[in-house]
């Protein structure tokens, strides 16, 4: 059973780091991707990162691209958001999702509502 379980969330000032996990289970992260999104109060989901172990690669979307850094833990089976400089804008639920027909070349195209397996959730707030 594919199973995702985010955490690492809380309430951070501006400028401020945080670091999100991603525990994975039930698949394999060497042929699967993981995507980092957000959802923002009162606007829709978006895609932030896709990391792809198989490929090597991960795409990162323009705003955040320089300030999040996506790790792995092989070990633990767990996927890694690094956040800094994080910004008010940057408030929001933050997930983490699977789709074993996603490729991370093409993320930016595919509606997140597509992505199958997803956790739920937690929080990020960027106040002073």
């Known amino acids: 059973q594919v199973r995702l379980a985010e955490s690492g969330g809380g309430l951070v000032q501006p400028g401020g780091s945080l670091r999100l996990s991603c525990a994975s289970s039930g698949f394999s992260l060497d042929h699967y991707p993981i995507g980092w999104f957000r959802q923002a109060p009162g606007k829709e989901r978006e895609v932030l990162s896709c990391?792809?172990?198989?490929?090597?690669?991960?795409w990162y979307k323009d705003s955040v691209k320089g300030r999040f850094t996506v790790a792995r833990d092989n070990e633990k089976r767990t996927v890694y958001l690094q956040m800094t400089s994080l910004k008010s804008e940057d408030t929001a639920v933050y997930y983490c999702?699977?789709?074993?027909?996603?490729?991370?070349?093409?993320?930016?195209?595919?509606?997140?509502?597509?992505?199958?397996?997803w956790g739920k959730g937690t929080p990020v707030t960027v106040s002073s």
């Open positions: 990391f792809s172990s198989g490929v090597g690669n991960t």
């Open positions: 999702a699977t789709d074993f027909e996603v490729t991370c070349a093409v993320v930016d195209k595919r509606p997140w509502y597509a992505w199958d397996y």
